[in-house]
């Protein structure tokens, strides 16, 4: 469960930091790409293209097809195709090239893909395919991107809030190895960083600090306790993380399934009752848009 939980939680980082992750990963992404056009999520035609491996009792991939347009004065756009992969499955170079045939023959256009990978320091992270046979030969090259490729001092000194998310990715895999007292500490370091960068309002402060909380999730009370007044007296009381938030971790944490927990409803009719937009509820909690408009429809009844 904890792995799907990381899964949903980073697909759904990665989504709110779009922008800033196409600036991490592509040196010229504000030349390239019109950050000012909306970047649309390709959920449900990703599936359709490639459906889930789990089904067929295959490895378990977090997929992100995303079109983006870029900065040609036509309506041009292609696809940035990005995958997340925990583990060190020995086809994953072969599914990303079945990925990229699969989306060029049915949309014809450039794709941009991206492999992400969150594993230890053993973990591989393969940036190729090839196939040969008999005089016919195939290479497929892609980005591929480990989270451990930077340090945390380098992380730190970037002005990317992406950087923030790949270095709670890195302190995740701490987790269970150190002392939950030392991993609180290290998920502070990462909230100090955001706020004394000055940059960031309100809002996008808090749903940060729910993604570090479900992300480097501490079970013990006290030590959230003593992490809540922290924030608070870094930023002078202006962040409070309430009961609402709690719980919504508490949740989050005992196993939401999209659709299906009693969990997953009483974390969404919390934040309904907030005042969350629904699409940020959705990313916050890695559910879908229509669960969260169901559920606000039923509470306007």
């Known amino acids: ?56 009792g295959g490895t378990r991939f977090v997929d992100m097809l995303v079109k983006t347009f870029l900065k040609t004065g036509e309506e041009e756009w292609i696809l940035v195709h990005i995958e997340i992969e925990g583990g060190r499955n020995q086809n994953f170079p072969h599914r990303m090239f079945q990925y990229w045939y699969r989306i060029y023959d049915r949309y014809g256009v450039d794709i941009a893909a991206l492999a992400v990978f969150t594993g230890n320091r053993r973990q591989p992270a393969p940036a ?36 923030l998310i790949v270095l709670a990715a890195q302190k995740a895999l701490l987790a269970g190895r150190i002392p939950e007292e030392e991993l609180a500490e290290e998920r502070l370091t990462i909230v100090k960083a955001m706020i004394a960068s000055g940059k960031y309002d309100k809002e996008r402060i808090m749903q940060f600090l729910l993604f570090l909380k479900n992300f480097l999730y501490i079970g013990d009370k006290e030590i959230n306790r003593k992490f809540e007044e922290e924030i608070k007296l870094i930023t002078e009381n202006e962040i409070n993380m309430g009961i609402v938030e709690a719980t919504n971790i508490v949740n989050y944490e005992r196993g939401l399934e999209e659709g299906e927990s009693l969990q997953a409803k009483i974390g969404v009719t919390n934040m309904l009752r907030e005042n969350f937009a629904v699409n940020k509820i959705a990313s916050l909690l890695g559910v879908s848009i229509e669960f969260v408009e169901k559920i606000k429809a039923s509470l306007s009844k």
Do not use: W
């Open 128 to 163: 190729r395919y090839c196939k040969e046979f008999l005089g016919t030969r195939i290479s497929y090259e892609y980005n591929a991107y480990h989270i451990l490729t930077h340090s945390e001092e380098q992380l730190l000194s970037m002005d990317n809030p992406f950087a």
């Open 1 to 56: 469960m904890a792995y799907k939980k990381h899964d949903i939680l980073l697909k759904s980082a990665f989504e709110e930091t779009f922008p800033d992750l196409l600036r991490f990963y592509f040196d010229s992404a504000d030349v390239i790409f019109d950050m000012e056009k909306q970047f649309e999520f390709l959920d449900k035609e990703l599936r359709e293209i490639f459906p889930d491996p789990d089904k067929n």
